[in-house]
């Protein structure tokens, strides 16, 4: 069983699932950086440690205009048309 932490103050908590996790990593996947500092080293290196493992994978970046914001939805709809998958950095 899988416990999850919600760091929010919420006098009634709200149940929550895990979403599906698939056994491969395959296709394609996103790395966003969220504009946060030093959010884009730690892409940078996570890219480079999952290069190695995942050879056949392809890692596309893309950075959000803010942190303090939701992403647009211009860039969210780029980022879901051809990802399987999204890493965002969330550094500091």
């Given at each position: 069983?899988?416990?999850?932490?919600?760091?929010?103050?919420?006098?009634?908590?709200?149940?929550?699932?895990?979403?599906?996790?698939?056994?491969?990593?395959?296709?394609?996947?996103?790395?966003?950086?969220?504009?946060?500092?030093?959010?884009?080293?730690?892409?940078?290196?996570?890219?480079?440690?999952?290069?190695?493992?995942?050879?056949?994978?392809k890692?596309?970046?893309?950075?959000?205009?803010?942190?303090?914001?939701?992403?647009p939805?211009?860039?969210?709809?780029?980022?879901?048309?051809?990802?399987?998958?999204?890493?965002e950095?969330?550094?500091?």
């Amino acid at each position: 069983m899988t416990t999850i932490l919600d760091p929010t103050n919420e006098s009634r908590p709200v149940g929550r699932q895990l979403a599906f996790r698939p056994n491969a990593i395959e296709g394609n996947v996103a790395l966003l950086d969220i504009s946060k500092p030093k959010g884009n080293i730690l892409l940078d290196r996570l890219e480079e440690n999952l290069s190695e493992m995942l050879p056949l994978v392809k890692f596309t970046r893309f950075i959000k205009p803010t942190f303090s914001r939701p992403a647009p939805d211009k860039l969210r709809h780029e980022i879901i048309l051809d990802n399987q998958f999204i890493i965002e950095a969330l550094a500091d």
